[in-house]
């Protein structure tokens, strides 16, 4: 890889809140609500409930009691629910981390003003190839390495022979492995019935993408966003994002790409129908809010992400640290963010494995 293959993208992304547009993250913008909207918003904030938070508060306690009840309903909870395709009362308030702007007293009543400069939260600034998608950066990575297999499942993991097979039947023994599969789907290949229970306690969702190539321009409203979250229940996505905003190089000349994301149980992804059910659903609801019109359709690559949010149940944290110490036990190091069972991003997960990887090595 090389830096100038790559540029620095200023991040803009909306929330789509009563047919209107609202900038990210809506809790410090609320002043570009309508006013009859705001009002209710305030008023809701300055009742919000004063008790403090308890060590058992589920994640929608911690949305109620730092943003008030009018905000939670009109955005928080149906935005988080819809995308990790669970009730947030089963989460706990360590549900999401860094990647939810906090109810910080100075920023929600300074974001109330209205005509004032959107407040942006996290990742304010990203990084993107200059041509192509982001698939440049595995790419990058395996520059250089020439032992390296792909397209192969570990199916089976025996802990106490330090042996791993794959569906393809081959059989590898290992000193160590740094493993970035799910950490469900790890616990439940090994041959150890500790693991294999621990492995029902862990619950994510699915998300299926929707990538959908358009002849043409995206429509003017879009005013060049990123992407925009979709908290209405009645629209089956969650998230819709456009590649060509990020990237001019990731679409050929006169056509224009967005995503649309939708979110499921694990289940649900694996029984739905995409072609004759879900795909038509998406795209004549696209269709009605006046975001496309299916004759600009040239493609759709649909793309099932089994295991998308890790949900941060009250037990998760208990639950990973020792499946992670057993498995440590056996020279078995999980990385990234389904290794680890979390919700980080990409640089996230990379550091990660390099930490492990160094600390592993320094030991040996
Ligand atoms: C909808 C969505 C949007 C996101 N948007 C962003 C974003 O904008 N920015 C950002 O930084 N992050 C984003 N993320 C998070 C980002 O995708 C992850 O943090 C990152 O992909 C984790 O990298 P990883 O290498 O640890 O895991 P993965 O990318 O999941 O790679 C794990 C690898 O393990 C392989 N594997 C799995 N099972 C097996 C098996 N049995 N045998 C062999 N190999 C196996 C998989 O094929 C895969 O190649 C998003 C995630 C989701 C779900």
Known sequence: MDDKDWFQVGRRSCCFVDGKLVSAPIQYNLGELPPAVLAKCIQSYNNRPA????????????????????????FLIPQNEKTMAISLDQLSDRAVRRFFPAPDETLVRAGMQPGRNAALGYNANFWYPRTGGIGHLVEGLRNGITSCVVSQDVAGVDLAARTLVTTTGDTYRWSAIFSSMPLKTLCRITNDADLKKAAEALSHSSTISFNIGLRGALRPEFRNLHWIYIPDRDIPFYRIGFYSHISRGTCAPGFSALYAEVGVSPDEADRVDLVSQLQPKILDCLERLGWISPSDVVCVVTHIIR?????????????????????HRSHVYPIGRYGLWDYTSMEDSMESARATVLEVVGCN
């Open 51 to 74: 008790n403090g938070q308890s060590a058992s508060a589920s994640f929608r306690d911690y949305i109620i009691n730092g943003f008030g009840e009018t905000l939670a309903d009109l």
């Open 307 to 327: 295991c998308a949010y890790v949900h941060h149940t009250h037990s998760r944290d208990s639950v990973v640290s020792s499946v992670l110490e057993r498995l």
